[in-house]
T-cell receptor, first 113, second 115 residues
Framework: KAGVTQTPRYLIKTRGQQVTLSCSPI?????VSWYQQTPGQGLQFLFE???????NKGNFPGRFSGRQFSNSRSEMNVSTLELGDSALYLC????????????FGEGSRLTVL | AQSVTQPDIHITVSEGASLELRCNYS??????LFWYVQSPGQGLQLLLK??????LVQGIKGFEAEFKRSQSSFNLRKPSVHWSDAAEYFC?????????????FGQGTELSVKP
């Protein structure tokens, strides 16, 4: 079956702009999580959505937001981009429950100039 | 607060040699523990996971890990490394009451394999 699909794979923005990243989970998976990966901070949890509701949230400023649609697809948005937002943004999907394995997409690499 | 420490940032082993990657966690209750691998330009792939029961867990690609509660460790091992194992390895912990999605990751260990 198809894996987790993230679009776009690469994008370049300038400071102050906003960006929207998209994630299509594996069919049947209702939980979608987002992570930011940087060389300095490593992998950090952004937020998790389940059935269109944000269920968990990491320690990121309000410029980072997300949503989930009824078909479980998810988007995350970063407004007023800063240089430090340059990162690989990874989406993961899983079935319901704490023991569910996370299936990761290949990520969207954002460069902020 | 939950945390995961991977003491080794970079490890180099010869092909065919054994491998052990260290992971220590800090968590008050019973954790769920994971090892993921990331190849360059790729997402993360689950190697193995521990929830309960037998403390020695087997994973894909010949990897295994042992949960030691007394040492708060979950080290990853492989008896014979292949060149294709070169990648970055991440240990992660999830809360036992986690309803999904939120994992705390270690900083990762980059593995290089010498021919």
């Amino acid at each position: 079956k198809a894996g987790v699909t993230q679009t776009p794979r690469y994008l370049i923005k300038t400071r102050g702009q906003q960006v929207t990243l998209s994630c299509s989970p594996i069919s049947g998976h209702r939980s979608v999580s987002w992570y930011q990966q940087t060389p300095g901070q490593g992998l950090q949890f952004l937020f998790e959505y389940f059935s269109e509701t944000q269920r968990n949230k990491g320690n990121f400023p309000g410029r980072f937001s997300g949503r989930q649609f009824s078909n479980s697809r998810s988007e995350m948005n970063v407004s007023t981009l800063e240089l430090g937002d340059s990162a690989l943004y990874l989406c993961a999907s899983s079935k319901q429950g704490p023991t569910g394995e996370l299936f990761f997409g290949e990520g969207s690499r954002l460069t902020v100039l | 607060a939950q945390s995961v420490t991977q003491p080794d940032i970079h490890i180099t082993v010869s092909e065919g040699a054994s491998l052990e990657l260290r992971c220590n966690y800090s968590y008050g209750a019973t954790p769920y523990l994971f090892w993921y691998v990331q190849s360059p330009g790729q997402g993360l792939q689950l190697l193995l996971k521990y929830f309960s029961g037998d403390t020695l867990v087997q994973g894909i690609k010949g990897f295994e890990a042992e949960f030691k509660r007394s040492q708060s460790s979950f080290n990853l091992r492989k008896p014979s490394v292949h060149w294709s194992d070169a990648a970055e390895y991440f240990c992660a912990v999830g809360a036992s009451d986690n309803q999904g999605g939120k994992l705390i990751f270690g900083q990762g260990t980059e593995l290089s394999v010498k021919p």
